[in-house]
């Protein structure tokens, strides 16, 4: 696997790899897990190379967030990549990726989509996120990136300005990695004690509880959220939403869509945990 820190030295070496073939790219923050390993796999089956970038990105945090703390893991997460198979490490230093200021930089916006859910909390979040993929993406120039399910919002937000800016990249959702016991996988999850471990299985299970009705007709979608975020918060989560939405857009659904995603997110101890369950009916 080679490791590469420059922007000249990134792109002479995937223009190279570019004329015999095709480019996959998977976008990461580091401290690596299996749930980004499966990226990795499925990048191998859909291009002839794989570039995985890790960059804390500091756009993303908003005040009081966990920039400073959050686990910086190169050597441990470049050893797992190899072991994958990995072609290239693209792991630029901040100077390269924001060579202005914060407030001087540029900046992409996917707007009414960014609000919602997340968003609302979290109101630099999502521009942060298009903003560094939008510029990763004209560094690697791929083919086809792939990004993990688990963070659905996201997701959708980095398809529509790939399709509203026409970038010529393929845009591949991966299905949620889980742990044993349903917990979805995530760098974030170290933050959990012990105790706080063996309770954050249940925002699965209560998001499970509430698809089971939904493809069971149930539809009055205002008293499934109310009761699913009253029964979070009994576990001792504190809950930020629970949401039914459309699948296709976030929007609120009718009493008789047919594409629904269930979508929360709540907070146990120092962890903002996120989870989420497409329901066909």
């Known amino acids: ?64 967030e966990d920039f400073e703390n ?31 200021p914060q407030d001087q930089q540029t900046r992409v916006e996917v707007p009414g989509l960014s609000g919602l859910l997340c968003g609302a909390s979290r109101p630099v979040h999502f521009v942060g996120v298009a903003t560094v993929v939008c510029k990763l993406f004209n560094m690697v120039q791929p083919d086809v990136a792939l ?57 699965y299970r209560v998001l499970g509880g509430m698809a089971d009705k939904l493809r069971d007709g149930n539809s009055d979608y205002a008293g499934l959220q109310a009761q699913a975020a009253t029964e979070l918060d009994h576990l001792g989560f504190t809950t930020d939403y629970v949401a039914i939405r459309r699948a296709a857009d976030l929007l609120a659904p009718s009493a008789d869509e047919g594409e629904l995603v269930v979508l929360a997110a709540a907070y146990l101890g120092k962890a903002r945990l996120i989870d989420n369950i497409e329901v066909s009916r």
């Open 1 to 64: 696997m080679i490791t590469i820190n420059d922007l000249n030295g990134l792109r002479a070496q995937v223009d190279t790899w570019r004329r015999g073939g095709n480019v996959a790219f998977v976008p990461t923050m580091g401290n690596l897990h299996d749930g980004h390993l499966s990226l990795v796999r499925a990048a191998r089956t859909l291009a002839d190379r794989v570039v995985v970038s890790i960059f804390v990105n500091p756009l993303q945090f908003g005040v009081g």
């Open 70 to 100: 959050y686990p910086r893991t190169l050597e441990r997460d470049s050893a797992m990549l190899e072991g994958e198979g990995t072609d290239l490490l693209f792991a630029p230093p901040v100077e390269l990726i924001y060579p202005k």
């Open 147 to 203: 990004f993990g399910k688990k963070d659905f919002q996201q997701l959708m937000v980095i398809a529509r300005m790939v399709e509203d800016l026409a970038m010529p990249v393929r845009i591949v959702g991966v299905d949620t990695r889980r742990e044993s016991d349903g917990l979805a996988m995530s760098s974030r999850n170290g933050y959990l004690t012990p105790d706080e471990r063996a309770k954050a299985p249940m925002l």
